[in-house]
Nanobody, 122 residues
Framework: QVHLVESGGGLVQTGGSLRLSCAAS????????MGWYRQAPGKQRELVAS????????YADSVKGRFTISRDNANKNTVYLQINSLKPEDTAVYYC???????????????WGPGTQVTVSS
C-alpha cells in the first residue's frame, strides 16, 4: 500500500505562485509514476502533470508553461508541483496520485492523497 499526503494549498491572488508538495510512504518501491490531478467544482478530474521514476515529465496542455512537476533531490519520495501565473480557473482541489505502472491509460492512478485546496482570487 502507498500513502500520499499533499501540502501547500491555499488562497492566492491571480498571477501568484504556489508550490504543492506530496510525500509518499509505504510501498514506495512499487511506484513508477507520480502525478497531480485537479478537480474543480462541477468539472471532471484532470491529470495536469506526471513524473515517471525515470524522470520523464508530462503536462496537460492547459497548464504547460505554468506548472512544473519535480522530485526532491534529497528525498526521492517527495514530489512537488510548482504553479506560476495562477488564474481563477486553476481553482480546484489538487490531488497527488501514484501508480505502479509507468504508463497509465484509460483509468485513474491507483493511489491517491486526500487532496489540497487551491483557490485563486480574481
Amino acid at each position: 500500500q502507498v500513502h500520499l499526503v499533499e501540502s501547500g494549498g491555499g488562497l492566492v491572488q491571480t498571477g501568484g505562485s504556489l508550490r504543492l508538495s506530496c510525500a509518499a510512504s509505504g510501498s514506495i518501491f512499487s511506484i513508477n509514476v507520480m502525478g497531480w490531478y485537479r478537480q474543480a467544482p462541477g468539472k471532471q478530474r484532470e491529470l495536469v502533470a506526471s513524473l515517471t521514476r525515470g524522470g520523464s515529465a508530462n503536462y496537460a496542455d492547459s497548464v504547460k508553461g505554468r506548472f512544473t512537476i519535480s522530485r526532491d533531490n534529497a528525498n526521492k519520495n517527495t514530489v512537488y508541483l510548482q504553479i506560476n501565473s495562477l488564474k481563477p480557473e486553476d481553482t480546484a482541489v489538487y490531488y497527488c496520485a501514484a501508480d505502479s505502472n509507468t504508463v497509465v491509460v484509460g483509468r485513474p492512478y491507483e493511489y491517491w492523497g486526500p487532496g489540497t485546496q487551491v483557490t485563486v482570487s480574481s
